[in-house]
């Protein structure tokens, strides 16, 4: 039995009256709440901050990022802090008609915020794009990990990116990479991505979370899908690749690991045309301004109606995951197979390790073995490729409130229960993502009727009951990855 965590769900106040608020010299408009069958549109006011601006209402408790210079400065003291503001103002707002510069015709962002009440249960109501509005500075940095891909004479038409230090690139524009391989619809997107992924197209949709998020009584598992929304629009997908070892099911892939030459520098890629992250989302985090300087902001919301913040828990303090990764190097470890780098046995209950292990079906590569991404990638196999290299450690959440739980969230300060994005710092100015990335693998609370997603059966989240959530594109096929 897997252990429930018992989360305080904040009573919501669903009648809050409008008002404008002068910020940085420009009128943010604050939405109304309503607590009946119409919903209250906030889309494009008159005055709306820019679509990299974020307009972030926080509670005297909540911590807040630094703001970058498109960012609105700090709300008056005599500013409404309820938490239902909080939420509704996170999002990312398209200006009135803004277009992509690579997309023709594509709006970018999220374009209209509505609250609603659905069979007694009140949503905030997203339509996102899915296209993003993303741009990022070119560091040495970047050109020199572009440059070192094990494959760059493969990727890239001239065997290095095209990029400079300094140049500010739009999302899709060509750094280089051979169109060939990759996304190829003429100048849209043409040479952004390497090898595998296709082009991502406008998919408008509305996704609504509820504001009253209700703790789970069942284990209910992430699946391949959206399981949740960025600010910005961008879908939130979990850590798989749809994959395993030799297709046998047992041993499946993490997509952060298999596909990690696969996306693009923000990073991020697309599934028959639905543009998502699986990890850090690099680029949102630049949106948002979010540095370290105190606790992160709302990068999205899970399917739940939880949000999800940040890596950050405090000022230089990162959020710590609390799924560690299996020994199998040493044969007497309670989580390895007995025999020293064998991938030959299973965790009986990844959350208890006490439990032991049983022997697997099919046996996984051993951890000094060379295996190929779908993109033909050699990796190392070492422990944390796969799905089943992963458990969670109870006693790691118990040293302190920066350390998540389970599901990867936690509840301090008054902010109510809430994810957060995990990494871990390597000391040298670098970071790594962390399983399981942000929720995960299961959710802390119900999915409401008119959720994004559904529980996982292990059947890849197929065609729901009538009357579930709606299904939404899977990952790629191998086949589909490759162009075959």
Not at 126 to 143: K, R
Not at 191 to 197: A, K
């Amino acid at each position: 039995m897997r252990k429930q965590f018992t989360i305080i769900s904040i009573s919501i106040t669903l009648l809050i009256s409008a008002a404008l608020v002068a910020i940085a010299d420009e009128s943010i408009y604050i939405p109304v709440v309503s607590n009946d069958n119409e919903s209250i549109a906030i889309s494009s006011p008159t005055a709306t901050a820019t679509a990299t601006s974020v307009i972030n209402l926080t509670s005297t408790a909540t911590p807040t990022a630094t703001a970058t210079e498109a960012s609105p400065a700090a709300p008056p003291t005599d500013t409404p802090t309820t938490q239902t503001e909080a939420w509704l103002s996170s999002w990312v707002m398209n200006e009135t008609g803004e277009i992509s510069s690579i997309f023709s015709n594509v709006e970018v962002n999220v374009t209209s915020v509505t609250t609603r009440t659905i069979n007694g249960k009140a949503y905030q109501c997203i339509v996102t794009s899915g296209i993003p509005n993303y741009e990022t500075v070119v560091t040495q940095e970047l050109i020199d990990s572009l440059n070192s891909r094990p494959r760059a004479s493969f990727d890239f038409g001239s065997g290095v990116t095209t990029l400079t230090v300094g140049q500010t690139v739009a999302f899709g524009e060509n750094i280089g990479y051979d169109p060939g391989q990759g996304c190829t619809s003429g100048s849209e997107g043409y040479g952004y991505w390497p090898p595998g992924p296709t082009c991502p197209a406008d998919q408008t949709n509305e996704n609504c979370f509820p504001l009253e998020p209700e703790p789970t009584t069942e284990v209910c598992e992430t699946g391949i899908n959206d399981m949740g929304t960025w600010v910005n629009g961008v879908a939130i997908f979990n850590w798989q690749d749809t994959m395993s070892f030799n297709g046998a099911g047992v041993w499946e892939n993490e997509a952060y690991h298999f596909e990690f030459y696969d996306l693009d520098i923000c990073p991020g890629h697309s599934a028959n045309g639905n543009y998502h992250h699986h990890s850090h989302p690099v680029c949102l985090a630049e949106q948002l301004g979010d540095t370290g300087n105190g606790h992160s902001p709302i990068y999205g919301f899970g399917a739940d109606g939880y949000p999800v913040y940040g890596p950050w828990h405090d000022t230089d303090v990162l959020a710590n995951s609390c799924w560690k990764t299996r020994d199998y190097d040493n044969p007497d470890s309670a989580t390895g197979c007995g025999v020293a780098g064998e991938r030959s046995c299973l965790l009986v209950d990844q959350y208890d390790i006490t439990q032991g292990t049983v022997a697997a079906d099919s046996s996984g590569p051993r951890t000094d073995e060379i295996v190929t991404s779908p993109s033909s990638n050699e990796l190392l196999a070492t422990s944390g490729y796969y799905f089943q290299d992963y458990y969670y450690d109870a006693a790691c959440t118990e040293q302190g409130i920066e350390y998540m739980d389970e599901h990867n969230g936690h509840e301090h300060d008054g902010l109510g229960y809430h994810y957060h994005v995990t990494r871990s710092d390597n000391g040298d100015d670098t970071f790594e993502d962390i399983f399981p990335f942000y929720m995960g693998p299961t959710y802390a609370g119900t999915l409401q009727d008119e959720a994004i997603a559904a529980c996982d059966t292990g059947q890849n989240n197929g065609p729901p009951p009538d009357g579930g959530p709606r299904p939404r594109p899977a990952e790629l096929s191998l086949q589909q990855k490759m162009g075959r």
